[in-house]
Nanobody
């Protein structure tokens, strides 16, 4: 089992910044990647950013250089979000992907943190 604790969401004005944090606690779990997804009302969940164990990163097309994902260590990931706009309003979910023994790929999700950008 993996437990994820997220923090850093809140209300910010358009053009402002927020930093999201996610810490994972696990036993016997090998992390392959950690990242952030978001879901706005009436929309599907989408990738914001993720980083692999090897340090490779992927970003959603909408990020356009405004966000940066980083890992402090194998169990913590951060998302620095700059130049926020109203379209960034959503619940942001931390995700960790990995495996336990020979389980195959496993995904765990945090409870989500709400980001609201006022225009």
């Amino acid at each position: 089992q993996v437990q994820l604790v997220e923090s850093g969401g809140g209300l910010v004005q358009a053009g402002g910044s927020l930093r999201l944090s996610c810490t994972a606690s696990s036993s016997g779990f090998t992390t392959v990647a950690m990242g952030w997804y978001r879901q706005a009302p009436g929309k599907q969940r989408e990738l914001v950013a993720r980083v692999t164990r090897g340090g490779n990163t992927d970003y959603g097309d909408f990020v356009k250089g405004r966000f940066r994902i980083s890992r402090f260590d194998a169990s913590a990931v951060y998302l620095q979000m700059n130049s926020l706009n109203a379209e960034d309003t959503a619940v942001y979910y931390c995700n960790v992907r990995g495996y336990i023994g020979t389980s195959g790929a496993l995904d765990y999700w945090g409870k989500g943190t709400l980001v609201t950008v006022s225009s």
